[in-house]
């Protein structure tokens, strides 16, 4: 049985932008950051663009652990994988066989111009296809397309499910736009005959929502600014009758946990019909990423055991971050064994046809 880690991450770095074209060589975005500082920003046109990471000693890792619950001591040169072997050492440590690799920068919009954000998706797309290549099979990968230009979008897919591609990242709000607009659907139409789903992680890519959601600087911003999206995305979708459109197309929505499932589909059985709702996720072919402490015995009775699946988030320093994730969730004693092995290994294995 092959453990898959649906969420993963890499960092981005300045090995990253060593894949843009000579030609777009003066879009390679600048790392920066005040002395000392943990958070780190990339920088173009003037401005701050993008996700940075965070660099956090040892020390201050095993801080956050200790004061979280939860396992986040990694080494530097695994987040952004400038050693690979130490990722793939540190990947078997943890009981993971594959990693489903999603970016961090381009979490927000990175650009409002079509050419610099082909030329960084492009880049990123490069260095993921060599990832993989290094990965011994066990790092597959999420293709960033360049959503301002759908012919260059297509493209980018049917170039990157050649190089170990096993799905299609997006997010919740792109731009002006929700991921029912008919815009998408040339992506949906061409992900759906590559065999590759549309992976909506928590984001957003309306600099406006960032802006306003910025303005308040507590902790609560980025669940406001990044993971409600996720949740509204999921209701239009279903409201819209998206998948019913693309009947083989799969869809994921990652890193905003599962305990929200409920809610969402009690809403949704007074807009879309009275009907139980039971086996809508089935039905539209919805997969959800859970964490290792939601109350799986509830979600899975409303919404059925196929549908699950879970990520560490690896990389990243934040509430959804859990190196232990899949050790935790193979412990609880409240959930049968079938039930966890779905989600760990066959479950993911359907989302990202694997």
């Keep these: 049985m092959l453990t898959i880690d649906a969420d993963a991450h890499v960092i981005e770095c300045d090995q990253t932008w060593d894949h843009l074209d ?21 920088f173009l046109d003037g401005k701050i663009c993008g996700v940075g990471g965070r660099l956090l000693s040892s020390t201050r890792l095993a801080e956050l652990s200790q004061s979280t619950g939860r396992e986040l001591r990694l080494q530097a040169s695994a987040r952004d994988l400038h050693d690979v072997r130490e ?9 993971i066989d594959i990693q489903v690799l999603l970016p961090t920068f381009f979490i927000e919009q990175v650009s409002p111009r079509a050419d610099v954000e082909r030329a960084l998706c492009t880049a990123y797309n490069r260095w993921l296809a060599h990832l993989w290549q ?21 493209s980018s897919l049917r170039e990157s499910k050649k190089n170990g591609a096993c799905g299609v990242f997006v997010r919740p709000i792109e731009g002006n736009r929700l991921l ?3 815009y998408f659907f040339p992506l949906y139409e061409e992900a759906s005959s590559l065999d590759l789903p549309i992976i909506i992680h928590i984001g ?45 197309l799969r869809w994921g929505f990652l890193e905003a946990g599962a305990q929200w499932l409920p809610y969402v589909l009690h809403e949704l059985r007074y807009r879309v019909s009275q009907e139980d709702l039971t086996g809508l996720l089935q039905r539209n072919r919805f997969y959800v990423a859970c ?27 934040d509430p959804s971050s859990d190196l232990n994730a899949f050790r935790k969730l193979c412990s609880r004693q409240d959930l049968h064994r079938d039930l966890i092995d779905k989600i760990i290994s066959s479950n993911p294995r359907a989302l990202y046809g694997l």
Excluded at 87 to 95: E, I, N, P, Q, T
Excluded at 209 to 215: A, E, P, V
């Design 134 to 154: 290094c990965g011994q099979g066990r790092l597959r990968w999420v293709v960033v397309p360049p959503l301002l230009s759908m012919s260059d979008a297509i």
């Design 87 to 95: 990722r793939l050492d540190h990947m078997s440590r943890l009981a």
């Design 180 to 182: 029912c607009d008919p």
């Design 204 to 248: 957003n890519a309306s600099p406006a929502s960032c802006d306003l959601m910025g303005q308040y600087n507590g902790r609560g911003s980025s669940y406001c600014k990044y993971k409600l999206p996720l949740l509204s995305a999921f209701v239009s979708l279903v409201t819209a009758g998206v998948p019913q459109l693309f009947p083989c």
């Design 291 to 317: 964490e290792a402490d939601d109350d799986l015995v509830s979600i899975t009775r409303l919404v059925g055991e196929d549908n699950i699946v879970i990520g560490t988030d690896y990389g990243h320093i």
């Design 22 to 42: 000579v030609a777009d060589a003066a879009y390679r975005p600048l790392q920066i950051g005040p002395p000392g500082s943990e958070r780190q920003h990339w």
